[in-house]
Nanobody, 116 residues
Framework: QVQLRESGPGLVKPSQTLSLTCTVSGGSITTDYYYWYWIRQPPGKGLEWMGSILYTGSTYYSPSLKSRTSISRDTSKNQFTLQLSSVTPEDTAVYYC????????WGQGTQVTVSS
């Protein structure tokens, strides 16, 4: 059973960089032939795809966030990481990592609030 778990600070100040880590167990980010996703849901809004990293290490980003987003991985720890720079209160959301496609496995989500 694949399990994903997000971790990182719950509060980030405006203009700082948000950094979240997804730890994967029961699967491999390098040998499972899937994309590994970062998705967020702002309060009262729908899900927003932010970007993905393929098992090969190739990365793909939402055009609207590409200039501020970076996804990387630590294969020794079976983790992948999201960095979102220059955050504003509009980046307040629940952030999820997931495996797809299809998006069959999700982390429980982590609330990130951007506030001074």
């Amino acid at each position: 059973q694949v399990q994903l778990r997000e971790s990182g600070p719950g509060l980030v100040k405006p203009s700082q960089t948000l950094s979240l880590t997804c730890t994967v167990s029961g699967g491999s980010i390098t040998t499972d032939y899937y994309y590994w996703y970062w998705i967020r849901q702002p309060p009262g809004k729908g899900l927003e795809w932010m970007g993905s990293i393929l098992y090969t290490g190739s990365t793909y980003y939402s055009p609207s966030l590409k200039s501020r987003t970076s996804i990387s991985r630590d294969t020794s720890k079976n983790q992948f990481t999201l960095q979102l720079s220059s955050v504003t209160p509009e980046d307040t959301a629940v952030y999820y990592c997931a495996r797809g496609a299809p998006l069959a496995y999700w982390g429980q989500g982590t609330q990130v609030t951007v506030s001074s």
